[in-house]
């Protein structure tokens, strides 16, 4: 499996999935938690995306040094916490699973 195909494999399941998930909670707990599934899914497939893009530009390019890496980070980072402001100042509810995994994986990335 080539690179390109897993990150779009990757990225068609993680979509079922929230589909699917977002379907049920709204089903089941209302608009508000099927929103915010499907926001939580959304910013978590474009900043997997954003994350690959970057990750093959430095491989093509040759450039790896670490202040590209802290600087892609830092602004993937800044958009993604925007984002997640924008939702809760609208009044949508992120999954308390999301903000734990991104918080974990923030911890494990440095």
Do not use: H, K, Q
């Not at 929103?35 to 978590?44: D, F, H, K, S």
């Not at 993937?76 to 992120?94: E, K, P, Q």
Request: proline letters at 3%; glycine letters at 12%.
């Amino acid at each position: 499996m080539t690179p390109s195909e897993l990150t779009t494999r990757v990225t068609l399941d993680t979509c079922a999935a929230v589909l699917a998930l977002a379907g049920l909670a709204g089903w089941l707990l209302g608009a508000p938690s099927g929103v915010g599934i499907l926001a939580g899914g959304a910013l978590a497939v474009v900043n997997f995306r954003w994350l690959v893009m970057r990750t093959s530009l430095a491989l093509t390019t040759g450039s790896t040094s670490a202040a590209a890496w802290i600087v892609g980070a830092g602004l993937r980072f800044a958009a993604c916490a925007a984002a997640c402001g924008a939702l809760l100042a609208y009044g949508t509810v992120l999954p308390c699973d999301l903000i734990a995994r991104g918080l974990a994986s923030a911890r494990t990335e440095r």
